[in-house]
């Protein structure tokens, strides 16, 4: 449950940040936020990351829909036992339902952020929970999850043999 509770938190800001930018900024206007770092630019992108797929905005919401479902089942399921799994499948949630959101009422996805010391694409709340949440998802898959997950070791008992006897002791 709490971890339905932090994505709903973090469907809500991504949303109400694009709200704020609909409302107030007009598309492709700038408002600066960290001066030569990062401002605001209101873009309406009908694609995926770097406008990719741009003309295919309903096969991207189905995209989105199908990982926001399997991603709530493995929440739900418990495929990452553990809190930091979890939270990891958690992000990755609320991005695609962020941006699923987006594609399905407007047709487009709002993005905001733009980098200005670099070149890079625009993105909003969900994507940075798209890409935290993958990264966090995989190093935690590849590096964590057999330490933290006990998968494939066998609890006591399990074995048909009591603690601490050996095949020798049979």
């Not at 994505?7 to 936020?33: N, S």
């Not at 962020?98 to 694409?121: K, S």
Request: one cysteine or more; aromatic letters at 10%; hydrophobic letters at 50%.
């Amino acid at each position: 449950m709490p971890y339905m509770i932090l994505a709903a938190a973090l469907v809500a800001l991504d949303q109400l940040v694009k709200y704020l930018v609909v409302q107030h900024i007009q598309p492709l206007g700038h408002v600066p936020l960290i001066p030569h770092i990062l401002e605001l630019t209101y873009v309406e992108n009908t694609g995926a990351a770097f406008s990719l797929f741009s003309e295919h905005t309903w096969i991207l919401a189905g995209v989105s829909l199908l990982m926001s479902v399997v991603l709530a089942v493995a929440i739900w399921k418990n495929f990452f036992r553990h809190p930091v799994g979890k939270v990891t499948l958690t992000l990755l949630l609320a991005g695609a339902v962020g941006n699923l959101i987006d594609r399905v009422l407007r047709g487009y996805v709002v993005d905001m952020f733009n980098v200005l010391f670099m070149d890079f694409a625009v993105f909003n709340v969900a994507d940075i929970c798209v890409v935290v949440g993958g990264i966090a998802a995989g190093l935690y898959y590849l590096f964590l999850s057999e330490k933290l997950e006990n998968r494939g070791k066998k609890t006591p008992g399990e074995d048909g043999k009591a603690d601490g006897e050996t095949d020798a002791d049979r």
